[in-house]
């Protein structure tokens, strides 16, 4: 019989609050400490998609195993996470982009994703709403959107009604070391100790491990969001189109939430970011042109949230090489919340078991070359 196992998981972000969950709901003692609030950066941020189309085919396994385990989250969570499973449509509009629609849908089926193109009268069908200009899509119809604060926080809930202790307001300062083996962190005022420490700090991950002489090169980056005013119900699935930076879904109550990937300003004090006007003209005129409807509602906010990059465009989630008793899960360059059911699972069992039931070695974090260190990110890539 495996000897009881305690785990810090330091960061409250989606990651970090389904990883410890999904240690408490194994009976393992787990401590959460976030420096602000659940869900204050990223998580509480994010548009909510949880989307399986267009993933890199190294994350396409953990897209698709999450996608299975958001079917059942609400239940498992004892909570309404706003969950709508109704489909990702990316519209075509010129023969050029149907072409390589076409393509990534068949590479995409051999990964296992159910995908298929729509085209024609069936595309508007399927979305009444969408601009005239477009003549085909690529739909998965398993995808969807969840409020991302909600999410976020009955992730920690769960967690804390299983055992779990949940530390608000605790800024971890450093990681404390005995040789090579990770034994606990530091806050201002007490030493935590643990069998492992699971480092879920998004943006802040870079600084937190460079005392240990590893440079990991995440870089942040600020992603903007529109919320309008709502409108009639209209738009079912999370639209984006070829070639422009949009994601475009349309919430419970009526108000259109725009994304995609515009750039703001970011500040890693506050962990708050800034917009800038011309991405909200640009993002906001763009969904317009595919959606017009959303042309008709005005805005009601826009903000920025704090995202954290690897230079290839897909996680890390692994044992820090070098070290023991150390988990790194942070990077998530735009997909982490609707990974998030999958890899609180996964970073669960490589802690508790020591291998996870999906392979984690595409997310390793001495996988970069010097090339990719030196990449310059396109947030609205993801
Ligand atoms: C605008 C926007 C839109 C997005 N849209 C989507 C989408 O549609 N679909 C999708 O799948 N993903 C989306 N994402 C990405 C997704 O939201 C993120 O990948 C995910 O939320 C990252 O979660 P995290 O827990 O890694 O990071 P975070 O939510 O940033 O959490 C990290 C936490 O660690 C805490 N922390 C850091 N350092 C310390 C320390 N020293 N001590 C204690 N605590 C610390 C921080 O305070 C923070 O709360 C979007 C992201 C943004 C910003």
Redesign the pocket.
């Known amino acids: 019989m495996q000897n009881h196992q305690s785990v810090i998981v330091?960061?409250?972000?989606?990651?970090?609050?389904?990883i410890a969950w999904h240690i408490a709901r194994r009976g393992e003692s787990v401590t959460l400490?976030?420096?602000?609030?659940?869900?204050?950066?990223?998580?509480?941020?994010?548009?909510?998609?949880?989307?399986q189309q267009g993933r890199d085919p190294r994350e396409m396994p953990l897209a698709i195993a999450a996608n299975k385990r958001w079917l059942t989250l609400e239940d498992e969570l004892d909570a309404d996470l706003h969950y709508y499973r109704n489909g990702h449509l990316v519209a075509y509009a010129t023969e050029e982009q149907v072409a390589v629609g076409e393509a990534s849908v068949e590479k995409q089926r051999q990964l296992g994703l159910e995908i298929e193109m729509v085209e024609g009268s069936a595309l508007f069908e399927l979305s009444p709403g969408l601009a005239p200009q477009f003549i085909a899509g690529s739909y998965t119809a398993n995808d969807g959107?969840a409020d991302?604060k909600i999410t976020?926080q009955s992730f920690a809930r769960a967690a804390e009604r299983a055992g779990a202790d949940i530390r608000e307001g605790?800024?971890?300062?450093d990681l404390v070391r005995d040789g090579d083996r990770i034994i606990g962190?530091r806050?201002r005022n007490e030493t935590l100790f643990a069998d492992h420490v699971v480092?879920?700090?998004?943006?802040?991950?870079r600084e937190?491990v460079q005392p240990l002489g590893i440079d990991l090169p995440i870089t942040v980056h600020?992603?903007?969001?529109i919320l309008t005013q709502p409108m009639p119900s209209l738009l079912k699935q999370?639209v984006g189109a070829a070639d422009r930076p949009l994601?475009l879904k349309q919430l419970r109550e009526g108000n259109y939430l725009i994304?995609g990937?515009w750039p703001g300003d970011i500040d890693m004090d506050s962990?708050q970011g800034t917009v800038r006007d011309e991405s909200v003209q640009g993002s906001y005129q763009t969904a317009s042109d595919v959606f017009p409807m959303v042309g008709k509602a005005d805005i009601e906010r826009a903000?920025?949230?704090?995202?954290?990059f690897c230079p290839d465009d897909v996680?890390i989630i692994a044992n820090l090489p070098g070290y023991e008793g150390i988990t790194v899960?942070?990077?998530?360059?735009?997909?982490?919340?609707?990974?998030?059911p999958i890899t609180g699972q996964l970073v669960s069992e490589l802690v508790l078991d020591g291998t996870p039931s999906i392979p984690l070695d595409a997310f390793a974090a001495d996988r970069f070359s010097d090339e990719q260190r030196d990449r310059v990110i396109d947030p609205s890539a993801g």
């Open positions: 330091v960061g409250g972000g989606v990651a970090g609050s389904s400490v976030e420096a602000r609030s659940i869900a204050a950066v990223a998580s509480g941020a994010s548009a909510g998609g949880v989307r959107h991302p976020t605790v800024e971890i300062l962190v806050t480092l879920a700090t998004g943006a802040w991950t937190l600020g992603l903007q969001m999370v994601s994304g990937g962990g903000w920025v949230g704090m995202e954290a996680p899960v942070a990077g998530f360059c735009g997909h982490g919340f609707a990974l998030s």
